[in-house]
T-cell receptor
Framework: DAKTTQPTSMDCAEGRAANLPCNHS???????VYWYRQIHSQGPQYIIH?????ETNEMASLIITEDRKSSTLILPHATLRDTAVYYC??????????????WGAGTKLIIKP | DAGVIQSPRHEVTEMGQEVTLRCKPI?????LFWYRQTMMRGLELLIY????????DSGMPEDRFSAKMPNASFSTLKIQPSEPRDSAVYFC???????????FGSGTRLTVV
């Protein structure tokens, strides 16, 4: 079973911020939070990752709670091209002994004009 | 950077035939992953390699599936004999020690009739 819980689907108006929540209450100390998205008929695309601190890159921001049991991916100005399935995954690095990458069903985000 | 290159993009074959899927990872990446995606089961990790060595093949569904990585720039996933239930999109992904995110290829859509 996936180690994360995400809403099945969400809508967001174009131009607004899209906030995608993820619960990962059983996260271990050496596990990172990763976000990927998959646009229809394409391979998943890496978005961002974090361990403890909030992170920001050109695509999105990642807010991780202090207890690390949940996080939120923020797309600051959603466009129609952001319509995709968004996956939240917790995982150690592949070289770590407890490495296990399990993909859940993700959140289908629909950006509406 | 051409990204992760998979071939063929589409494959239609008859039940019982051998199918070989190919992947060229990003130059310099030392981890390679094979995934399978279906509507019913989502994204499943089949096998992953580190420095050309198979590390975890517990996701390989059965002995009909085999994967090789003869060198750092090439990997194959073979199904022999193929069955209709093998129909899926197969993704290859790569990552490096200095990278957290995986880069996925565009996938091979396999249809076994």
């Amino acid at each position: 079973d996936a180690k994360t819980t995400q809403p099945t689907s969400m809508d967001c108006a174009e131009g607004r911020a899209a906030n995608l929540p993820c619960n990962h209450s059983t996260i271990s100390g050496n596990e990172y939070v990763y976000w990927y998205r998959q646009i229809h008929s394409q391979g998943p695309q890496y978005i961002i990752h974090g361990l403890k601190n909030n992170e920001t890159n050109e695509m999105a921001s990642l807010i991780i709670t202090e207890d690390r049991k949940s996080s939120t991916l923020i797309l600051p100005h959603a466009t129609l091209r952001d319509t995709a399935v968004y996956y939240c995954i917790v995982s150690a690095r592949p070289m770590d002994s407890n490495y296990q990458l399990i993909w859940g069903a993700g959140t289908k985000l629909i950006i509406k004009p | 950077d051409a990204g992760v290159i998979q071939s063929p993009r589409h494959e239609v074959t008859e039940m019982g035939q051998e199918v070989t899927l190919r992947c060229k990872p990003i130059s310099g990446h030392n981890s390679l992953f094979w995934y399978r995606q279906t509507m019913m089961r989502g994204l499943e990790l089949l096998i992953y390699f580190n420095n050309n060595v198979p590390i975890d093949d517990s996701g390989m569904p059965e002995d009909r599936f085999s994967a090789k990585m003869p060198n750092a720039s090439f990997s194959t996933l073979k199904i022999q004999p193929s069955e209709p239930r093998d129909s899926a999109v197969y993704f290859c992904a790569s990552s490096g020690d200095r990278t957290h995110g995986y880069t996925f290829g565009s996938g091979t859509r396999l249809t076994v009739v």
